[in-house]
């Protein structure tokens, strides 16, 4: 089975659309700068040809995806990590950034992949991208928090994987932007169509002692900043367990204490 790449581009939001700015790093930010990058993989059951791929969903994937970042810029910002401690991170946005967006095709089993059996994660690794490298200068290094990967299993579906550096977005705000980019995609046609729900960037609204900020950096700044990427375990193996759900019903339905001894 293998997984190739296609194409590596970029992705930013529409030219002019975005103002160039600085997002300053809270402390609950600062928690995170040392963590590996959180991964995501969704599976799309979307039989449909190479041609239709590359000549519809990419585009579409790609257009919507510029429309999304205009209002989750700071996933297209690098993240400023100083070398002194009198300055601290911040994520910056300048007009042209952009994220890496990598397409790809996988001759191995879709079905497989998506069933409930026990199986080593290792597997969907291939389908994830990596955060590009860090860059270095002389007084600081910059590196970017957001990476997009989608794989076509021919004739089967899509996976899309999405790399995000921890100090940019938490479960919560992952999700924010997933909804946002599935709505994007879907009324991509549609100019007077808005998406309501969207994110606060003011860090103003965040009511705390400023001095926390400095203390968590000066802590973050005593290691080593490096490019991380998740250890592949290889004694783990996932799986989907739907029998849970049915004793709950059976609970639920009266029929408790014989649900409860098929458990003990």
Known sequence: MTTTVIETCRVGPPPDSVAEQLVPLTFFDMTWLHFHPMLQLLFYEFPCSKQHFSESIIPKLKQSLSKTLIHFFPLSCNLIYPSSPEKMPEFRYLSGDSVSFTIAESSDDFDDLVGNRPESPVRLYNFVPKLPPIVEESDRKLFQVFAVQVTLFPGRGVGIGIATHHTVSDAPSFLAFITAWAWMSKHIEDEDEEFKSLPVFDRSVIKYPTKFDSIYWKKALKFPLQSRHPSLP?????????????????????????ARNIVD
């Open 234 to 258: 290889t004694d783990r193996i996932r799986t989907t367990i739907e029998q849970a759900r049915s004793l709950r019903c059976r609970f639920w339905m009266g029929e408790g204490e014989k």
